[in-house]
């Protein structure tokens, strides 16, 4: 039986909707968010559910009394699980050097609270088609064109050196998550062994490129197309050249300049045929050199970096998705594994000198021969 709607006047508000597990906390928000409504024009009763990531970070949005800008969005870190430090630092890195990111409006730091102004609701991946690559070369110029902004800022020292040690650490989440705890291999003996001389040259290859500012989820569901103006379909027009917004940039270190490029072209959920991916690579390649960056002169070896780069990070993302539904309870993210399994084996087959990572890979997987690959979903 279904119990009558209540009175609109009693009927919750958005915000009463949002799940809050700790009351206090909830109290806390409400009282932050009524303390800053006045000054930021705010409507806290319009408060919603935005988006949540695989941190413990969650993200609301709430409307305005402002025509410019009608939206604005709450980013909820709490300070025992989530550092908001870095995301300030980070987001005013990105504004010196003209990359467009959300602006960081208010900031209750003991309680991590952050209001943000509001970059859209779509995302470079809800508009990319695989089936029209000439489509998508536009949007992929224009996150090129703010990667290259962002890398031309780079400084040492400001950000966290992304090192052997980040490196080593990020590597060993895939034998001890995926390997050890998801699939139940025992990490010893040969392929111990394997797996030690593998980390030891992909560590070795990439620590040999120049290092500049790496976002390190530099990818297309992270950068935003922003409001624009809606077409007679309601759909939302493309934005101006080069203004991709970008999110979830927190994470940002100083590391090698492959990374982000690596990041861009081989996602987890979105794959381009070899040919596309390399005429992207090549335009990066292009601009990146026009701009004075430092990245190899002969593209073959820049492109075997970037390579060695992406086995860095699908190793390192696979483990962090089996941590998440095994430790987290987020049992979403390891389905996506087996696309990141395939770019691995794939991309480890091109290289002699990485034969033991690809027997290590058949021996937890069960695979024996390469059947197919796609720059990403497979």
Do not use: C
């Amino acid at each position: 039986m279904t119990a009558p709607l209540p009175p609109a006047s009693l009927a919750p508000s958005p915000a009463e909707t949002i799940p809050w597990t700790d009351p206090q906390r909830h109290e806390l928000f409400r009282s932050w968010l009524a303390g800053i409504a006045p000054a930021q024009r705010l409507l806290p009763e319009t408060v919603r559910l935005a988006s949540v990531d695989a941190s413990f970070r969650r993200y609301f949005r709430l409307d305005t009394t402002d025509p410019a800008a009608p939206t604005r969005i709450v980013m909820d870190a709490p300070p025992d699980k989530e550092n908001s430090d870095p995301f300030v630092q980070v987001a005013r890195l990105m504004a010196e050097a003209g990359v467009l990111a959300p602006t960081v409006l208010e900031w209750d730091r003991p309680n991590g609270f952050l209001l943000l102004d509001d970059l859209g609701r779509q995302t470079m991946l809800d508009v990319l088609d695989p089936a029209q690559p000439d489509a998508s070369r536009p949007l992929y110029d224009q996150a090129i064109a703010a990667l290259i902004k962002w890398q031309l800022a780079s400084q040492p020292g400001v950000l966290p050196p992304y090192d052997r040690a980040l490196l080593e650490r990020e590597l060993a989440l895939f034998p001890e998550w995926y390997i050890g705890r998801h699939r139940g291999v025992a990490i010893e003996g040969k392929l111990k062994e394997r797996l030690e001389r593998s980390f030891k040259l992909i560590v070795d290859n990439n620590l040999a490129s120049p290092s500049v500012y790496v976002h390190r989820d530099f990818m297309p569901r992270n950068l935003m197309l922003g409001v624009a103006p809606t077409l007679g379909t309601g759909v939302s027009s493309l934005p101006p050249e080069g203004a991709l917004g970008v999110l979830d940039f927190q994470d940002a270190v100083y590391g090698p300049i492959t990374y982000d490029i690596a990041s861009l072209l081989r996602d987890a959920f979105l794959s381009w045929d070899e040919e596309f991916v390399l005429d992207i690579t090549i335009r990066y390649w292009t601009a990146a050199r026009k701009a004075g960056l430092p990245v190899d002169e002969d593209f073959g070896a820049f492109y075997r970096a970037v390579e060695w780069m992406g086995l860095q990070r699908h190793l390192k993302v696979a483990g962090i998705f089996a941590r998440l539904t095994l430790r987290d309870g987020k049992p979403k993210y390891l389905a996506d594994t087996p696309r990141f399994i395939a770019y691995i084996r794939a991309t480890a087959s091109r290289y002699m000198e990485l034969t033991p990572l690809v027997r290590v890979i058949d021996e937890v997987e069960g695979t024996s021969a390469l059947t197919g690959f796609a720059y990403g979903r497979v």
